[in-house]
Structures are given as structure tokens and as C-alpha cells.
């Protein structure tokens, strides 16, 4: 079965830097999305894209992030001058379409340390 | 109110028995709304979709009611593989076509041998 892989799984970065955390969607799939999961928290929404923009952000998604699809196959959440904050599970996730009971695929996800 | 509100549990069930989860959600137009598992550390994945008429996956039935805006998830014959955290996840669509996906907190299961 096709899956969104994530990478790296595991991300230490000190505070201030920047970090780029990648995804491969699923191939056939045309929306992608960024979610992060705060240890003991919710899963809250990041960012949408398709058709290579953003079409939904949180305000979660400031200008500290920003997210790119460089080539047909990756889809990347950069964060510049991270934060203790930051800290957190990235979750990468595709679905064909957002009609009718299209779900959303999720990655593995990339747990982020900021030190 | 929350946007998704489930609650949190835990519940520790015993092998064997029916256990059922409530989800309210506070957005009327919301359209499709979906329960997911996670364990722990791990990514969400989707256990059903949840249909209006409400609908059947073997040992799990979902249900939805519009009117009163609330889900829920019945698990029968529980199993130890069953113990995990359910989200209830909503989706609403706007106008523009944009789309966002709330989650709840889930709920916390552990099944007991």
C-alpha cells in the first residue's frame, strides 16, 4: 500500500537555527498538508497546499514557516530561527481531493528536539 | 466550546466487552468527519470514515447526528491490538474550496486481558 514517508525521523537542532523537514506524498495524491502534535497535546493543522500555493494556514503558520514543493515528488516545511516552542511532532500528510470521504494520509512524522 | 471535543478517558475496558466514544463538534457546516487511531508516538491512522447513515467496519460502527453535531464510535468484541487513542476528526471545506481538518484530543483506551 502506498504511504507518505517522512525524513528524518528524529531532528535535533539548537535554538535559532533553521530546519527543513521533507515528505514524499503519495504519488497520485494533489493536496498536502503539515501538521504538529505537541508532546501530550492535540494534533493541530499547519498548512495546506495544492496546485503549488498555500491554500489554508493556521496561525500557527507565521512567518517563521514556510513550505515548498521543489520537484514533482517532495513537499518540505522549512522553520526558520527555531524556537524551544518548536519543539514537536510534524506530521506530513496527502489526500487525492477534499470531497465527499477523501481521507488524509499520514507520514510517520518527524520528531523535532530543539535544544 | 472547542472546535472538536471529545472525552479524554482513559477507559480501560476488558477484553471482550463493547466500549462506545462521543465526539461534539461546534462548526454546523462541518462535511465530513472521519475517527482515526494513534498509538502512542505514532502517526494517526485512519480507522473510518463516518457516514450520515451511519456505517459498519466490522467490529466498529460509527455514527453521526447532524442535528445535535455528534460522532461516535462503538468497538465490539474488544481486543488487546485495540488499545490505542481515537481522534475525532472533522472536516469543514469553505467557499474558496479551502479545507481544514480539526482534530479532538482523543480518547484513551486500553483494553485489559
Known amino acids: 500500500e502506498p504511504e507518505v514517508t517522512q525524513t528524518p525521523s528524529h531532528q535535533v537542532t539548537q535554538m535559532g537555527q533553521e530546519v527543513i523537514l521533507r515528505c514524499v506524498p503519495i504519488?497520485?495524491?494533489?493536496?498536502f498538508y503539515w501538521y504538529r502534535q505537541i508532546l501530550g497535546q492535540k494534533v493541530e493543522f499547519l498548512v495546506s497546499f495544492y496546485n503549488n500555493e498555500i491554500s489554508e494556514k493556521s496561525e500557527i503558520f507565521d512567518d517563521q514557516f514556510s513550505v515548498e514543493r521543489p520537484d514533482g515528488s517532495n513537499f518540505t516545511l522549512k522553520i526558520r530561527s527555531t524556537k524551544l516552542e518548536d519543539s514537536a511532532m510534524y506530521f506530513c500528510?496527502?489526500?487525492?481531493?477534499?470531497?465527499?470521504?477523501?481521507?488524509?494520509?499520514f507520514g510517520d512524522g518527524t520528531r523535532l528536539s530543539i535544544l | 466550546r472547542k472546535e472538536v471535543e471529545q472525552d479524554p478517558g482513559p477507559f480501560n475496558v476488558p477484553e471482550g466487552a463493547t466500549v462506545a466514544f462521543n465526539c461534539t463538534y461546534s462548526?454546523?457546516?462541518?462535511?465530513?468527519f472521519f475517527w482515526y487511531r494513534q498509538d502512542c508516538r505514532k502517526e494517526p491512522k485512519l480507522l473510518m470514515s463516518v457516514y450520515s447513515s451511519g456505517n459498519e467496519d466490522g467490529r466498529f460502527t460509527a455514527q453521526l447526528n447532524r442535528a445535535s453535531q455528534y460522532i461516535s464510535l462503538l468497538i465490539r468484541d474488544s481486543k488487546l491490538s485495540d488499545s490505542a487513542t481515537y481522534l475525532c476528526?472533522?472536516?469543514?471545506?469553505?467557499?474558496?474550496?479551502?479545507?481544514?481538518?480539526?482534530f479532538g484530543t482523543g480518547t484513551r483506551l486500553t483494553i485489559i486481558p
Open positions: 500528510a496527502s489526500s487525492e481531493g477534499t470531497w465527499g470521504h477523501q481521507p488524509q494520509h
Open positions: 462548526n454546523s457546516a462541518s462535511q465530513s
Open positions: 476528526v472533522v472536516r469543514y471545506i469553505s467557499n474558496s474550496g479551502n479545507e481544514k481538518l480539526t
Open positions: 504519488s497520485n495524491h494533489l493536496y
